[in-house]
Every structure is written in structure tokens, then in C-alpha cells.
């Protein structure tokens, strides 16, 4: 679990701070593929959070991100039952199309390059995830 806490803060420091691509989009994304139903709620709040932090660490309006990732987030979920979204064709597509998604509405640049490095990335923390044993099957479990 402290490994999960981790790389979601590296994610947002490095989004924030460094990198145009929408790293901590791709790291929440492959979280609510991997956790149980159980978790989404937790994911989505983690999510609804993060977008507030890049928000304000990008100076822009505050709530756009947290909006579009509880929205794309959702939408994965409305899925989950008609497609099996635990697999890698699944986690590659819902990551290109959600990575355009960000970058256009947020007005960055070179969309197709990042949202393919995004992809793949996507796909090899999925399988790192996998490769670990962290699985749906997994509690994440908070203690504050």
C-alpha cells in the first residue's frame, strides 16, 4: 500500500512540476482497473483530490481537472460490467482516448505523441501492477 501512495504522489509532483504528460491520469486509471468494486469509490475520491492539487499547482480553474478525471473515471465504470476492463487491449484504449480527452481540453500540444508514450506507459504500469501481485482482489486500506 505505501508503494501505491508512492507512486501517486510522484505522479503528482512530476505532473505538476515537470512533465506535460497526464501522468497522474494513467496512474489512477490503472488503479480502478486493478482494485475491486469495493475501491472505486476510494479511487475516485483520490482522484477528485489529485485534479484539486494540479489545479492549484498549475494555476488554473479550480475544480476543471478534478471534473474531467470524475467523469472519465466514471465513464470506465459504466463499462466495467459490459467489457472486461482488466485487460491490457481495455487499459490501452480507455488510456489513448482519455489522455486526448485531458490534453485537448486542457489546450496542450503534440496530443498524438503523448497520448501514445501515455499508452504505453499505461499498459507497463498495468503490468508491473499485475507482475507485483497487487490485484483486484487487493483491499487498499487508508489508516489516518
Not at 509532483?13 to 512533465?19: G, Q, W
Not at 475501491?39 to 475520491?45: E, F, G, R, S
Not at 482519455?98 to 500540444?109: A, K, N, R
Amino acid at each position: 500500500m505505501f508503494f501505491l501512495l508512492l507512486i501517486v504522489l510522484a505522479a503528482l509532483l512530476l505532473e505538476s512540476v515537470a512533465i506535460t504528460l497526464p501522468l497522474f491520469l494513467i496512474v489512477v486509471l490503472v488503479m480502478l482497473v486493478i482494485f475491486s468494486e469495493k475501491q472505486n469509490n476510494l479511487v475516485l475520491a483520490l482522484a477528485f483530490f489529485g485534479g484539486l492539487i494540479l489545479d492549484v499547482s498549475a494555476v488554473r480553474y479550480l475544480g476543471g481537472t478534478s471534473l474531467f478525471l470524475t467523469c472519465w473515471l466514471f465513464l470506465i465504470l459504466l463499462y466495467e460490467r459490459k467489457y472486461e476492463i482488466n485487460t491490457i487491449p481495455f487499459v490501452l484504449a480507455s488510456s489513448f482516448f482519455g489522455i486526448i480527452l485531458y490534453l485537448w481540453f486542457f489546450g496542450y500540444g503534440e496530443i498524438l505523441i503523448q497520448s501514445i508514450v501515455g499508452s504505453i506507459f499505461s499498459c507497463a504500469l498495468f503490468v508491473i501492477f499485475k507482475r507485483m501481485g497487487i490485484s483486484y482482489k487487493e483491499k487498499m486500506q487508508f489508516n489516518f
